[in-house]
Nanobody, 124 residues
């Protein structure tokens, strides 16, 4: 099994920055592509960014393009999400997820392992 634990969330003013981390433990050899999802109250969960196993290919949602950067350090079994120019609409619970595939999955259903999430609140 794989355990994913997020950290780095908090309260920030609009225009500010946060860096989320997701530490993986357990059977980490089974981890392939990873992604960050978010879910705001009353809204569906959405994929924010994803990255393949070796960090050579990434995906970004249009809503955060140019403001967020996803990266990973496989030696540390850690996934990151650097968030800048934050907006109130970025407020959500952010969760990391891991797939078994090398490449970024086409569907969120292909992510096997999930963290509990960390709250990000952006005040106006």
């Amino acid at each position: 099994q794989v355990q994913l634990v997020e950290s780095g969330g908090g309260l920030v003013q609009a225009g500010g920055s946060l860096r989320l981390s997701c530490a993986a433990s357990g059977r980490t050899i089974s981890i392939g592509a990873m992604g960050w999802f978010r879910q705001a109250p009353g809204k569906e969960r959405e994929l924010v960014a994803a990255i393949d196993l070796y960090g050579r290919s990434s995906y970004y949602a249009a809503s955060i393009q140019g403001r967020f950067t996803i990266s990973r350090d496989n030696a540390k079994n850690t996934l990151y999400l650097e968030m800048t120019s934050l907006k109130p609409e970025d407020t959500a619970v952010y969760s990391c997820a891991a797939a078994r595939s090398f490449n970024v999955p086409d569907s969120p259903t292909m992510y096997t392992y999930w963290g509990q999430g960390t709250q990000v609140t952006v005040s106006s």
